[in-house]
């Protein structure tokens, strides 16, 4: 959180995250528009087009944003984010990069891509960190106060 609030001099915080196995989705008939009466509707039924994956680096600052969409979610399409966070910031800046614990951030061609960078600099959110999900739990049990407290394997899925 002090990375965010209290940047070091010369340096952009980005804020990295990203949605893996979007699915591209299509109605197997168009939808039918609103009349007077009646709310749009459109078929129950769909076509799968494949997956997306979209990798996205918030600057909480100024709320600019990074992004990239690939069609696949592994190491490769990371290093491409980085190659493009690299060309999108200026040089004279460092780069500290905001990240959780996802595998696809600690391979060996990674860590080999970040000695070469030394600009960059990764952080890591602790395991089971999200405050997103924290929030879900909390207001899901809000209505139960006679409930127990969560247990770890309850608070991934809160």
């Known amino acids: 959180m ?3 609030l209290d940047p070091p001099a010369a340096a952009l915080v980005l804020c990295v995250d990203e949605k893996s196995q979007i699915q ?7 939808s039918l528009p609103i009349l007077p ?12 087009n ?25 190491h490769q399409e990371f290093l491409q984010f980085l190659k493009a966070i690299d060309a999108a910031v200026p040089a004279e800046l460092d780069v500290h990069l905001i990240c959780d614990n996802y595998a696809t951030h600690n391979t060996q061609a990674i860590k080999t891509w970040f000695l070469r960078h030394p600009r960059f600099h990764l952080h890591f959110t602790p395991t089971y960190s999200s405050w997103l999900n924290s929030g879900r739990a909390v207001v899901r ?6 409930a127990a407290p ?6 991934r899925r809160a």
Not at 150 to 155: A, D, E, K
Request: net charge positive; aromatic share 6%; hydrophobic share 30%.
């Open 37 to 48: 009466t009646t709310p749009a509707r459109r078929t129950h039924d769909y076509v799968r």
């Open 24 to 30: 591209a989705l299509d109605r197997t008939a168009p």
């Open 150 to 155: 969560l247990g770890p394997s309850q608070r």
């Open 141 to 146: 049990r809000a209505d139960d106060p006679q």
């Open 50 to 74: 494949g997956t997306s994956g979209w990798f996205a680096a918030l600057d909480v600052a100024s709320g600019k944003v990074i992004s990239q969409v690939h069609r696949r979610h592994r």
């Open 2 to 4: 002090a990375l965010y």
